[in-house]
């Protein structure tokens, strides 16, 4: 009977065992409730975006979205957003904290490019105007395409800041992503949230700054050549650009890059990059940053703003005065008055350089020179692309970065002239004389069925190449140099009192549709070759070039600022118009 029992009650115990472990392996244990929100019951491995959002402050469905307190994956992630950075997604999410900066992007012009379709279509002749505010968000879903805009939307129009990264190809050249295209550091992975910084790296400008006027490469002593690798080392072209079909030389790099290694953030302001919340028609209008603003620094007590972007930050020191910019009064807040020395923070680590103010010396002071943007003296080179060939075919099929999809229409792109040496000068859109390289100098063909059509649109634009060296160039190289003074390369000489030319490259037997030299901006009359897209840009007239020519006959002799004529330039005049000088004698 007792064995009877006891079998009773180890089948009994059996049947419960085997209940609980069927009820245990059948139904889910409810997850631990975890704050700020559910999410992180299954992501809390996750690290930070960065210390401004700490994940137990802000979770993840704040900023992404989704049902902050389903306990499954499926309704967790209904309705979440990957990337909420895209500028749709930014408007819902980021617009909680962000609203200010939100509504300056937006209208900014990484986002719209509209100064770059404005320019087209004007150089085109499509349009009369140049300072319409048309961007890409405008343009979508347009049916009657000009060649023109065609042009923009297959070459330029992958470079804008909201660019779905998901189309490209290359995942190594994607661009956009929103606000994550300029301040992501690096990429998400399994136990990693993607980083955010204001310490941006000069790499992540560099994906879009690297064709037109190539500012982000020469800044870093990268011309691209004519598409030869040499040299050739280790089984392959040792000189090829990061998208592996673009070759370059190495050329001298900026100062600032070359001796401080400073990046792209440490000189431009948060507004000239983010925008000042107003539409602008050009790139100009919207950069904030002059040379001047460091080296000869406007000092003012930090403001609210000046703190947060320091503490943010977390490398520069705060200080009670820092520099402010001239043009949108924005605060520098890493260049800072410590006595009487301007000190220089770098951006990424804190590096602390003591920043030399603008001299007061003859080169700087004479009014002689008053007009000189600081880009015309102390720029070395300019990456100068002479007769891009543009070829079009209509019936071909190309992808559209704006509808972001193969549309009607293909181009292939060519070069044929490319120099670096000896910048052009002119007079720019700031009303000063500064640099000037093709922008840009189409020659273009355009296959119709059997019919070949042909056009050509010759531009020059003004810009400071970011070649900045400390040694200016020559008095010789600005007031004798032929290429400098726009005439193109050839040989100068003065005759009777005129200038005369010799041109290098002829326009004519190499075939192309106009008779001056490919190179050349103007004539020795002061007639204008090409076209500029500001109303106050130019080449030198008539008048100008007598005037820069002439001087030479004093730099033969006095060719350098030491020079005591220098020391006080009217009283020198004086004498010479005076007949007191050893000059006439």
């Not at 020659?443 to 059997?450: E, L, R």
Request: net charge positive; glycine share 8%.
């Amino acid at each position: 009977m007792k064995y009877k029992n006891l079998i009773y009650i180890l089948a009994l115990a059996s049947v419960i065992l085997l209940i609980f472990s069927v009820f245990s392996n059948g139904v889910k244990k409810s997850p631990k409730i975890t704050k700020p929100d559910q999410c992180l019951s299954c992501h809390n491995s996750m690290s930070d975006m960065d210390s401004a959002h700490p994940k137990e402050i802000f979770g993840c469905a704040l900023c992404h979205g989704g049902n902050r307190w389903a306990t499954d994956k499926k309704n967790a992630h209904r309705g979440m957003v990957l990337n909420p950075a895209r500028l749709e997604h930014a408007g819902i999410f980021c617009v909680k904290c962000h609203k200010d900066i939100l509504k300056r992007v937006s209208k900014s012009m990484m986002n719209s490019q509209s100064g770059i379709l404005n320019v087209l279509k004007y150089q085109w002749g499509e349009s009369r105007e140049l300072n319409k505010t048309v961007g890409i968000q405008d343009i979508r879903g347009d049916k009657n395409i000009s060649l023109a805009q065609n042009h923009f939307r297959k070459l330029c129009a992958a470079c804008h800041i909201n660019q779905d990264e998901k189309v490209f190809q290359n995942q190594k050249t994607a661009r956009g992503g929103g606000c994550s295209d300029c301040h992501r550091v690096t990429k998400t992975n399994k136990n990693h949230h993607a980083t955010f910084s204001t310490r941006i790296p000069s790499k992540n400008c560099l994906k879009c700054h690297n064709r037109s006027n190539r500012i982000g490469l020469s800044y870093e002593g990268i011309f691209e050549s004519e598409g030869y690798g040499t040299p050739y080392k280790h089984g392959d072209f040792s000189h090829k650009m990061s998208d592996g079909r673009r070759f370059y030389y190495k050329l001298p790099d900026d100062i600032h890059h070359r001796v401080a290694k400073m990046e792209c953030i440490d000189c431009h302001s948060e507004k000239g990059v983010m925008g000042d919340g107003k539409k602008h028609y050009h790139m100009e209008e919207a950069e904030d940053i002059k040379c001047k603003d460091c080296h000869k620094a406007n000092f003012k007590k930090a403001n609210a703003l000046a703190q947060t972007l320091a503490q943010t930050n977390e490398k520069v020191p705060l200080a009670k005065e820092v520099a402010y910019s001239k043009k949108f009064n924005s605060p520098l807040y890493n260049v800072q008055k410590d006595g009487n020395q301007t000190i220089f923070y770098r951006k990424m680590d804190g590096k602390k350089f003591n920043l030399k103010e603008m001299s007061d010396k003859p080169y700087h002071t004479l009014a002689i020179h008053k007009r000189l943007d600081c880009s015309a003296c102390h720029s070395s080179w300019i990456p100068s692309c002479y007769g891009c060939h543009e070829v079009y075919f209509e019936n071909g099929k190309q992808f559209d970065w704006v509808e972001r999809k193969n549309t009607k229409g293909q181009w292939q792109e060519l070069r044929s002239f490319l120099r670096f040496e000896s910048p052009s000068l002119g007079i720019g859109y700031n009303k000063k004389i500064m640099p000037f390289a093709p922008g840009c100098q189409v020659i273009g063909t355009v296959f119709k069925n059997k019919k070949i059509e042909k056009f050509h649109h010759m531009a020059m634009a003004g810009w400071d190449p970011h070649t900045t060296q400390k040694v200016s160039r020559t008095c010789v190289d600005c007031h004798f140099n032929p290429a400098t003074l726009g005439l193109g390369r050839g040989n100068l000489d003065i005759k009777d009192g005129n200038i005369t030319f010799e041109p290098i490259y002829n326009s004519v037997k190499s075939g192309m549709p106009f008779s001056y030299p490919i190179d050349a901006f103007v004539s020795t009359e002061g007639k204008e070759f090409q076209t500029v897209s500001r109303k106050e840009a130019r080449s030198f007239n008539r008048g100008e070039l007598q005037k820069i020519v002439g001087a030479y006959k004093c730099i033969i002799c006095h060719d350098s600022y030491d020079d005591k004529i220098y020391r006080d330039f009217n009283r020198s005049k004086k004498l010479f118009y005076s007949g007191k000088t050893s000059c006439l004698r």
